[in-house]
């Protein structure tokens, strides 16, 4: 009986050995992954730092909306109060009979941002040059401080926002990005600007 060697390929059924990456290849995508990683990191998280920013500027400003249709439709006055320190702000009716308005609103703001007041007239604080220059709560006058120790935008019943309600406030990130929220011309709405002397 004749016996036959048997190749490689032909113990394996006839099949080639499957080819895969070489060492040298792996690590030249690992080098070429750890390039483009390096270069866009920068750049992909100013762009979600911008978009927090903006998501609560936009949230703030529903707010706002929410309380001036709240103020209109209940007949009440409605206080958007703002706790700069802790990073609050919420909003619910001025207590009147009833002291627990069960619609009231209590938000967190982003950590990564902080709120800061801006009181004065648009034109003196830019005249003066002090637009950049946040208010402390010790600093704003007791008469605009519905809630004790927190400065208030009031809605009344009529749409209007009152006189005392802070006229710009400033959302700004710790990277130097900042959005505004002021008074519109007419003065019954808030909007968003990304410059306050606009």
């Given amino acids: 009986m004749q016996t036959r060697r048997l190749t490689y390929g032909a113990r394996r059924g ?3 050995p499957k080819a895969g990456f070489t060492l040298i290849e792996l690590i030249l995508v690992m080098a070429l992954i750890t390039i483009a990683v390096s270069v866009t990191a920068p ?3 100013r762009f979600f730092r911008g978009r927090a920013l903006e998501s609560e500027a936009r949230r703030f400003l529903a707010l706002t909306h929410n309380g001036q249709s709240r ?10 109060w703002i706790n700069p320190e802790e990073g609050r702000f919420g909003l619910e009716a001025e207590p009147s009979y ?6 009231k609103v209590d938000l967190q703001l982003d950590p990564s941002l902080q709120i800061r ?4 007239a648009v034109s003196a604080l830019t005249n003066s040059g002090n637009a950049g220059q ?15 120790g927190m400065p208030t935008i009031r809605f009344m019943p009529d ?4 006189d005392t309600s802070p006229q710009m406030l400033c959302l700004a990130g710790r990277d130097g990005f900042a959005l505004w929220l002021k008074q519109t011309r007419n003065r019954l709405a808030y909007e968003i600007k990304a410059n306050p002397q606009e």
């Fill in 14 to 16: 006839g099949r080639r």
């Fill in 43 to 45: 750049t992909l998280s």
């Fill in 71 to 80: 103020a209109v439709s209940e007949g009440l006055p409605m206080d958007l």
């Fill in 98 to 103: 009833d002291n627990n308005d069960p619609r």
């Fill in 117 to 120: 007041i801006e009181m004065g």
């Fill in 134 to 148: 946040a208010a402390s709560v010790a600093s704003i006058p007791r008469t605009l401080l519905v809630k004790p």
């Fill in 159 to 162: 749409g209007s926002i009152a």
